[in-house]
């Protein structure tokens, strides 16, 4: 088949790299490629890290491609951080709300250690008041920069700069299927699909140690630092906000996360500041992806990735891959429950 991909960050890259393995002719059009989400993204493989009430179909898809990850890193020669992620809670309050994680969890068959304060701080000594928590040995990380980095050296002879298709998508005279993978930004008829969610996040130096990721409940907020395997650089994130305006930290919200991670983990008051940045996630309405057809002959999203755009992109890339050779579609992401509920009272995707 010939596909055309619109979109060049973690996803659209993924889905390039999977069907070219499987022998299919691939263009990709993006102004800037890996610029979006991507370039912000912490980069937490962490299904259980962010499973939450109601949405125990997420969880279910994120531990499947969590399952794809140790073999697409090797082959892209990035290595994964793989010490596990702690949750901590600093006043009871917060270590109720990792409670009602952990019940999650337990509903989902996921495998956690839940440990008091000195097990928290046997684990990351680095730690300030926690209160309690838990270890999630399976939720791991990756840079997500260097996946992209990774992908490009192999696909930038592919990437056409383009430009981005806001007005619709025109499918190209010469490619059989046109996947749109434009993150937080989808071209129309399909742009109310998603709801930008804004999030802040702050890079920093330190020269202190931390072992784990650690996403912790701060008083209500919630905050996670995710130290990069082997390096100094700790992504301290994010901010969830759903506001327009220019992509630009804002003071509150960079004041909340270092307010809060430096309460959880003291030592980074020493640290350097070394990146702030601000990109929209692209949320659905269900929070779950949207991947497979539309109601257009030959257009194809793998959209809608959300909070999980790096953990989810291996498995994206295959459920796209499937559906272009074959036509299954995975019925809990696929594009047109919006547009079968909608055509029912009348209104249209636009
Ligand atoms: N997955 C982390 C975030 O979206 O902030």
Redesign the pocket.
């Known amino acids: 088949m010939r596909v055309q991909i619109l979109g060049a960050g973690i996803v659209g890259l993924s889905v390039a790299d999977e069907l070219i393995r499987r022998g299919h002719e691939v263009t990709l059009v993006d102004p800037s490629p890996g610029s979006g989400a991507s370039y912000a993204?912490?980069g937490?493989l962490?299904p259980a890290g962010?499973a939450w009430h109601g949405e125990e179909e997420l969880t279910r898809l994120g531990l499947s491609s969590l399952g794809l990850w140790p073999s697409f890193a090797a082959r892209l020669g990035v290595p994964m951080h793989t010490r596990g992620t702690l949750l901590a809670g600093v006043d009871a309050g917060d270590v109720q709300q990792v409670e009602r994680q952990l019940a999650v969890l337990d509903l989902a068959g996921v495998r956690y250690e839940r440990l008091l304060r000195r097990e928290l701080l046997a684990r990351e000594p680095g730690l300030g008041r926690v209160a309690g928590g838990a270890f999630l040995p399976e939720d791991h990380s990756v840079d997500p920069r260097a996946v992209v980095a990774a992908l490009l050296d192999r696909l930038s002879p592919l990437v056409e700069p383009g430009e981005r298709q806001r007005a619709g998508v025109e499918t190209n005279t010469v490619a059989d299927v046109t996947v749109v993978a434009t993150g937080a930004r989808l071209p129309a008829p399909y742009s109310s699909l998603i709801r930008p969610v804004r999030?802040d996040v702050v890079r920093v130096r330190t020269p202190e140690r931390i072992e784990r990721t650690v996403r912790a409940w701060v008083h209500g907020e919630q905050v996670?630092v995710v130290p990069r395997a082997d390096t100094d650089e700790v992504v301290i994130?994010?901010t969830?906000e759903e506001r327009d305006g220019p992509l630009l930290p804002t003071v509150e919200g960079v004041w909340r996360l270092l307010d809060s991670a430096r309460r959880v983990l003291p030592g980074l008051d020493r640290a350097a500041v070394v990146e702030v940045t601000s990109r929209d996630?692209p949320g659905t309405a269900d929070n779950l992806p949207l991947v497979g057809p539309t109601d257009e002959p030959g257009v194809v999203l793998a959209a809608g990735a959300f909070?999980?755009g790096v953990l989810l992109a291996p498995l994206i890339a295959r459920l796209v891959a499937d559906h272009v050779e074959t036509g299954v579609v995975e019925a809990a992401v696929d594009p047109r429950r919006f547009s079968r509920d909608t055509r029912s009272t009348g209104d249209s995707w636009t």
Do not use: F, K, Q, T
């Open positions: 993204a912490a937490m962490s962010e999030g996670y994130g994010a969830s996630r909070r999980n």
